[in-house]
């Protein structure tokens, strides 16, 4: 129910947008969740953003760099990525969650998993 897409190679200090879209109408009464998976490590939460009132939560590791917004109308989350830097190389997810409240939960909490999308971040 949810297609990551743009990801790709890019340089470091680069930028990227990733989008989540939506195959069925879910954004009004979901969040959404962006995380990342190493090669041989757990998924980890990247940020999300809360359907009720639009308030995002990121992780220290991206924060101040990355961006998550979203357009209800076009049933799309995207994951602006600025300053990219190699250890962002990653497949990234988009997940769904009925509230972010505080921070975003663990990926256990959410469903409706997409298949992913590469980044790869290297000159």
């Known amino acids: 129910q949810l297609v990551e897409s743009g990801g790709g190679l890019v340089q470091p200090g680069g930028s990227l947008r990733l989008s989540c879209v939506a195959t069925?109408?879910?954004?009004?009464?979901?969040?959404i969740g962006w995380f990342r998976q190493h090669p041989g490590k757990e998924r980890e939460g990247v940020g999300c953003?809360?359907?009720?009132?639009?308030?995002?939560h990121y992780s220290d590791s991206v924060k101040g760099r990355f961006t998550i917004s979203r357009d209800n109308a076009k049933l799309t989350v995207y994951l602006q990525m600025d300053s990219l830097k190699p250890e962002d190389t990653a497949r990234y997810y988009c997940a769904a969650v009925e509230e972010v409240t505080g921070g975003c939960p663990p990926p256990s909490e959410f469903g409706f998993w997409g298949q992913g999308t590469q980044v790869t971040v290297s000159s």
């Open positions: 069925i109408n879910i954004l009004d009464d979901y969040s």
């Open positions: 953003i809360s359907h009720s009132d639009g308030t995002t």
